[in-house]
C-alpha cells in the first residue's frame, strides 16, 4: 500500500498546519470549559473570544484546517520508507477502520438520538491511525 503522494518535508507543513487551526479553533472552548461560562458570558465579561475576533464562519475555516494539516501530515512519506513501513500503515488503516466501524456502531446502538458532525468521526480516524501507526512503529 504505497498511497504517501507528499514527500517527507510536507510533515511539517502538516503539523504547523495542523497545530495553528486547532490552537484558534480550540482555545475558545478551552476558556468556555474552564471557566465554566457559555461563549455569551465571556463576551460580556470582556474575555478576548477568537470567535468575536474571527466570526463563526472563518472559526469552521480554521477547524477545516486543522483536519487538513492531519491529512497532510498522514500522506507523507517517513524519512526511511520501505515494506515494512507499508505494511505497517496497512495494518493501522485497518485496526483503524475497525475500530471506527465498532464505535459508531456502539455509538447508535445505545443512542438513537446522538448528534455528532463528521468532523467528530474524521478526527476520531486521523487520531486513531497516527496513534496506532506510531504504537506499532515503535514495537
Not at 65 to 73: A, K, P
Not at 97 to 123: E, H, Q, R
Request: aromatic fraction near 16%; hydrophobic fraction near 45%; include cysteine.
Amino acid at each position: 500500500m504505497n498511497f504517501q503522494v507528499l514527500p517527507n518535508w510536507c510533515k511539517k507543513i502538516g503539523l504547523i498546519t495542523f497545530v495553528s487551526g486547532a490552537f484558534i479553533e480550540g482555545r475558545d472552548a478551552f476558556i468556555e470549559g474552564a471557566t465554566g461560562k457559555p461563549y455569551h458570558s465571556l463576551q460580556e465579561s470582556g474575555v478576548f473570544t477568537f470567535r468575536e475576533y474571527f466570526g463563526e464562519s472563518l472559526m469552521h475555516f480554521f477547524g477545516i484546517l486543522s483536519l487538513i494539516g492531519m491529512v497532510i501530515y498522514v500522506l507523507s512519506k517517513e524519512k526511511i520508507e520501505d515494506d515494512y513501513i507499508d505494511k505497517l500503515r496497512l495494518e493501522s488503516y485497518q485496526i483503524t477502520a475497525l475500530l471506527g466501524l465498532s464505535v459508531t456502531i456502539v455509538l447508535y446502538t445505545f443512542s438513537k438520538d446522538i448528534k455528532l458532525t463528521l468532523d467528530y468521526f474524521i478526527i476520531l480516524f486521523l487520531w486513531t491511525y497516527l496513534i496506532t501507526f506510531a504504537i506499532k512503529k515503535r514495537l
